[in-house]
């Protein structure tokens, strides 16, 4: 990957973090950073955060799946 890819999927996912209130704008912020950079396991795990407080077991599941296999060792992530 890039350096610039990286620098700006980094950006996009410091600043859906950031988000507070607007999970949509947060998860589209997410989803652009994977475009950029895919196997990101914080962004990775993030996005099945939003989908665990929406009650949405099967997305999170899978996110957080990619994650943990991404980066076992990170104890956010498991």
């Known amino acids: 990957m890039s350096q610039p890819n990286r620098l700006l ?3 996009l996912h410091d600043r859906a973090q950031a988000i507070d209130n607007d999970d ?3 998860l ?6 994977l475009r950029l950079d895919p196997d990101r396991p914080a962004t990775l795990y ?3 955060l939003i989908h665990k407080y ?5 997305q999170s ?3 957080n ?3 943990v296999a991404l980066a076992p060792q ?3 992530a498991n």
């Open 74 to 76: 990170d104890e956010s």
């Open 46 to 48: 993030n996005i099945g």
């Open 9 to 11: 999927a980094d950006d």
């Open 54 to 58: 929406r009650g949405e077991g099967e």
């Open 28 to 33: 589209r912020l997410y989803h652009a950073a």
């Open 24 to 26: 949509d704008e947060a």
């Open 61 to 63: 599941l899978a996110f």
């Open 65 to 67: 799946r990619r994650s």
